[in-house]
């Protein structure tokens, strides 16, 4: 009795700390961070001399005052942002270079207003960029799927339903029956559109080798020769950038390998050659090279065909109704 005494006696001396932690005033302090506005996942796009292009963000609250984050570019992978400064209501931050050209950091800097993200990038080279940013979609979805008729969207003999991101360097052809990208060249992206799939592609690369599959034509699934590596988000099982199999089920160059993906909102389950090296997890954002930053809406599959060859065969798709 005494313990239980000296128990309750303990608890009773706890709770107002435990309250008050629970309280408005609490609450209001957490709603005093500066930029605190800004946190959560942003979908970019960047206008600049080349054209339009996809980029994301998502900022933290690290502790209980600094602001850090994540960054994905045009191209390459998601890089760490140490410190989102916020004044105001503008914002700034630089990160290293990846795969950009030039010594300097990439600098980030904007206004939010009104829920929105404005501003410029400037690269590593000196050269800027403005972008615009809305809040990235939840993409929850609130009842049990309901699977369709599943559609070979490879028909073995030819291109029909598909088309190269650009004709002029575009690299592939069926040889054999086989979905061939001969050479670096073009990306390969269907002409239809989906939203919620499963999907099962049997792919081969040679040594080397390098592409990849792009969920919506924004989230890539690694396509690599990296049999016997340590499992990483950069090898195949991986979604770029972002999620890391759970183990290493690659086979060696040369050999046929399978994929069956379920993807159903943000919600990703990937099997390789049989099994699960990720299941359910949730995909942040768009990988680099993506089409467009448009999560919410439908968009295509296409295969990277811009760094090595590589060949598929069949690939089945399984939308929901």
Known sequence: MRRIAAFGLALS????AIAHAHTPAAVRMIAAIPGEAM?????????????PAPSWLEVKLSGNKALVGYFVAAGGSARPVSNVAYTG????????????????????EGTLADDRLTGTITEPSGRTANFSGVRAPALVRKSPVRWGTPIAIYNGRDLTGWKASNAVNSKWQVIGGLLTNTASGANLITERTFTDFKLHVEF?????GNSGIYLR???ELQVEDSHGMEPLSTHTGGIYGFLVPNENAARPAGEWQTYDVTLVGRMITVVLNGRTVISMQNIPGITGGALDSNEGAPGPIYLQGDHT?????RIILTPAR
């Open 13 to 16: 001396l706890f709770a107002p």
């Open 39 to 51: 946190i959560g996942r942003w979908d970019l796009t960047v206008t600049g001399a080349r054209g």
């Open 89 to 108: 209501n503008s914002f700034r931050f630089a990160i290293p270079p990846q795969w950009e050209q030039g010594d300097g950091d990439m600098v980030v």
């Open 204 to 208: 081969r690369v040679p040594k080397n």
């Open 217 to 219: 034509g924004r989230h």
């Open 309 to 313: 060859a590589v060949e598929y065969r």
